[in-house]
Nanobody, 126 residues
Framework: EVQLVESGGGLVQAGGSLRLSCAAS????????IGWFRQAPGKEREEVSC???????????TYADSVKGRFTISEDNALNMVYLQMNSLKPEDTALYYC????????????????WGKGTPVTVSS
């Protein structure tokens, strides 16, 4: 059974940093498209960052324009974990952050990902 368990959310002041973690089980992260989405109160869910694979097996990362240069996604294949390092946080980053995964590894992340965690809340105060 595929499971994704997020942790690391919390309350932080603007300009601060947080590192979100996603513990994956039931599959191997390097063989899946895997990433992070977020949903703020009253807003639509949006993709934050994703790791997918090229046909040669190399991995590539994508980021929403709103987080480029501030957030970094990474994966640890030995631990089967995915991380989101969030720096220079802004109040508009406040949201529930979800870890997502899909077996279609060559496709970028989308709202149709097969597997979703329950989310970890991030609140950025001004």
């Amino acid at each position: 059974e595929v499971q994704l368990v997020e942790s690391g959310g919390g309350l932080v002041q603007a300009g601060g940093s947080l590192r979100l973690s996603c513990a994956a089980s039931g599959f191997t992260v390097e063989h899946y498209a895997i990433g992070w989405f977020r949903q703020a109160p009253g807003k639509e869910r949006e993709e934050v960052s994703c790791i997918s694979s090229n046909r040669d097996g190399s991995r590539y990362h994508t980021y929403a324009d709103s987080v480029k240069g501030r957030f970094t996604i990474s994966e640890d294949n030995a631990l089967n974990m995915v991380y989101l390092q969030m720096n220079s946080l802004k109040p508009e980053d406040t949201a529930l952050y979800y870890c997502v995964a899909d077996s279609y590894v060559f496709l970028p992340c989308s709202n149709n990902m097969d597997h979703w965690g329950k989310g970890t809340p991030v609140t950025v105060s001004s």
